[in-house]
């Protein structure tokens, strides 16, 4: 996918190419600017909770990047993912506590929603192109097996 050589991604190791990275990037400065006139009482609570996810999201980028391996990066991918919808919450909870306006809230969720929307298609590609490296892999996620339960017990 980004390198010459099966599964690895020698161009892609600087992840601040990345237009992905770049948006999440925007967006932690954002939260931090954000969080910095919420109640000080919530410095160790909401403020924290909300920059750590809002960091998550590039650092797990960038970590996925150095790791070299498309399966790598899809997995980080997925955790930022993760991490976006965690973010998403603590919006939320912070409109719902009045230390948000509705508007800048909707402003962020934008954002928000961008940068997930590009982790997706980034996990997606990653993800295919491990799976072309390696056929055999379970890369993508898929729904579980359920083993089928006997009538008789």
């Known amino acids: 996918m980004f390198g010459s050589a099966p599964n690895r991604r020698p161009s892609v190791g600087d992840f601040r190419k990345l237009s992905v990275w770049?948006?999440?990037h925007e967006l932690a400065l954002s939260i931090y600017q954000e969080t910095s006139s919420w109640p000080k009482h919530e410095l160790f609570g909401?403020?924290?909770q909300s920059r750590r996810a809002a960091v998550s999201i590039p650092a797990n980028i960038a970590e996925g990047c150095g790791?070299?391996?498309?399966?790598e990066l899809a997995k980080h991918a997925r955790l930022s993912m993760g991490?976006?919808?965690e973010l998403s919450y603590y919006?939320?909870?912070?409109?719902d506590l009045s230390y948000i306006t509705r508007p800048r809230r909707d402003?962020?969720?934008?954002?928000l929603s961008e940068v997930r929307r590009m982790l997706a298609s980034l996990e997606r590609v990653s993800a295919t192109a491990a799976e072309r490296a390696s056929p055999g892999s379970k890369l993508h996620r898929?729904?579980?097996v359920v083993p089928a339960v006997r009538?008789?017990?």
């Open 22 to 24: 770049k948006k999440a």
């Open 142 to 144: 898929k729904a579980p």
């Open 46 to 48: 909401l403020t924290s």
């Open 151 to 153: 009538a008789d017990g």
């Open 83 to 85: 991490s976006g919808s």
């Open 107 to 111: 402003e962020i969720q934008v954002a």
């Open 67 to 71: 790791k070299n391996s498309d399966a």
């Open 91 to 95: 919006l939320i909870l912070a409109h």
